[in-house]
Structures are given as structure tokens and as C-alpha cells.
């Protein structure tokens, strides 16, 4: 394996378009208002929103080679670079915890003492901050052989614990009913009432859905290894355009038998999402990094060093807006009411709000891009 002589702008782009979506589809004018490819898919099958998670777990594995990688030809030592890493996951998932406890008790909100007792422990950061962990310690320690075995132990090994696997006291699983499933029982004896609020009887992020969560982010890391291969770049298009159509078709298949599901991470749902992730990736690869467009790139790689700043800060200020009141209205509603509910249609209220949202951010990343601020995690 070689290291590329430079930066990969395609990876930052993919990054970068990522988390705009997350920021998008995270921050409607009204959540009653909002068009369906912008919402989640209710249990089985999926929009384009359910993309954008699997999106940046399969980017996390693709930086993992690029990022170690380096460092393993350097000369760093691997029990350093796992100190490191371990320290890394415990920033990120502590990351996760804040934003889920935000804002702790202040602003007239629940008491703290209640927010202890159902302070949601799984979450979006806690899931990347668990497989970034677990896949950048297999690429360090493991060749590529076992990596395709531990990927195929994961996504093969989800099935007949989801699918067959009878509920303890009794009872047949049934994947279409949210909570009938071995993976919503754990999460509800093991979290408790830890779970997320609307979820009830699972965990979007929950314990069992991570195992193939893992194998999304090592389906990366194989797409990470083509990437620093000494093929031609065209090459390394051509071949990420063939595996992901195949992991398309694959994943689609699976499906019919192994119902493709984000709020499950079915094992479908996983090579589908990571087959249309490294179809996304050999396009920005070929528009950014072999044709370079540089002008089309910098929105977005201005978004991508700064992915999760962005997230965390996005979501802190979301909430505070909306409690933070301006005599009987919040912030929030202040806002959406007197800048866009007021004189737009209600879906498209919603959706410029949302936009303006993704623009004020780029706005404050920008300035952070001209003084050379990056705020590494």
C-alpha cells in the first residue's frame, strides 16, 4: 500500500456534501412541513435521507486508510496510533452525550435530575466515534483478508440474529414490527429508559445495529484501499463505479429477503447504502481529483474539515432557538415565522429555512477557512 502524493479533494467533497445534507434535513422551519425525500423512510425502505448516515460512516473508513495509512509508513508505532485512537472515540462519543444532553436543565427546561435518568446514551456521534474505533483498530492489526472475513462475519452474522433469532421469554421475531426483534430487546434491557425518546421500544443507534454499522465503515475502508493503491486514477473510478453497482444490486436482492431497513441497519440496508456510497465516491473522485473543478469543490470542502464542528455547533444552536423565547415565541419561531412562514408557502417555508441554515453555517466555516481554523476532534 502507498500513500497518494496529496491530498484527496474528493474525499473532503464527499465529506463536505455529507454533512450538508445532516445540517439539511436536520433543521426544517416545521417538522410538520417537510417533503418526504427529506424525511426518513417510517420503518422498512428507504429515501435519500436514509443515505446520509451510511454516507459518512463509509467516508470515516475511507479516512481511516488515508489517515493511518501515512502514519503506519512513517514509522509511528501502532500501539501509539491506538492510544491515540481510543482517545479520539472518547471525544467523539463524549461529543455525542452533550448534544444529547443539551441544554442540561438550563432555560427553563427539564430538571437535570430527570434529564440523568433518560439521558439518551446511543446517538449519532456515539455510533461514529464506536466504529471508527472498532475499524481503524482491524485496519491496523489486521490484513486485508481478515478484514473482508470480519466484514462478511458482520453482515452475515446480523442476519439470523435479527431474522430467526427467537425473543427471550418467547414469541417470534418480527422485523416489521419495530420493537419485536432481538435488537430492540437488548436495547430496552440494556439502556432502559436511555433509549431515544421517539424510538420507545428500539434505538435507531442501538446496541445489535452496530455490528452491521461496523461493516458500512469497513466497506470503506476497502474503498480507502483502492484509493491509495498505485493504479491509475480513471482506474480507481472504473473499479469504484463496478463495486458499487454491484453492492447496489447486491444489497437490493438481499433485500427482498432481509428487508432494507436505517432504523434496524439491516444487513441489506448496509451493503445497499455502501454501494451507492462508493458509486458517490468514484464520481467525486473523477469530477474533483481527475477532471479538478476546483470552484464546484470548495463549498463543499469547506463544509468537509470542519464536518463535525459543524454538526455540534448546528445542534446546539438549534436548540437553543428553540427555547430561548422573545416574550411568548421562541427564537426559532420568531425567526421562521417573520422571515419565511410569512410569505412562502408552508413546505417551501420550511425548506428555505432550512437552506438558510446550510448558508449561515458555510458563512461562519468560511471564516474559519480564511484564518486557517480547523478544529480537529
Known sequence: MSAPPQRLVSVDVFRGATIVAMILVNNPGNWGKVYAPLLHAEWHGWTPTDLIFPFFLFIVGVAIVLALGRRIEAGVER???????????????????????????????RTFERLLETWRIPGVLQRIAVCYLLASLLFLYCRKPALKVWTAVCLLGYWPLLALTPMPGGGAPDLATKGQHL????????????????GKVYDPEGILSTIPALATTLLGLFAGLLLVSDRPAVEKVARLFVRGSLLVVGGYVWGWFFPISKGLWTSSYAV?????ATCALALCLWLFDVERHPRMARPLVIYGVNAITVFV???????????????ERT?????????????????VASLAFAL?????????????DRRGVVIKV
Open 79 to 109: 500501539r501509539s496510533l491506538t492510544t491515540k485512537l481510543v482517545r479520539r472515540s472518547a471525544v467523539l462519543f463524549g461529543l455525542g452525550l452533550f448534544l444529547s444532553g443539551y441544554p442540561f436543565g438550563l432555560f427553563g427546561t
Open 183 to 198: 435488537a430492540g430487546w437488548l436495547d430496552r434491557v440494556v439502556l432502559g429508559k436511555h433509549l431515544w425518546i421517539y
Open 272 to 276: 445497499f447504502t455502501a454501494g451507492m
Open 313 to 327: 455547533g448546528s445542534g446546539v444552536l438549534a436548540r437553543t432557538l428553540g427555547i430561548l423565547k422573545v416574550g
Open 331 to 347: 427564537v426559532h419561531s420568531w425567526i421562521y415565522g417573520g422571515l419565511f412562514a410569512s410569505w412562502l408557502p408552508p413546505y
Open 356 to 368: 438558510a441554515w446550510v448558508v449561515g453555517w458555510f458563512l461562519v466555516l468560511w471564516v474559519m
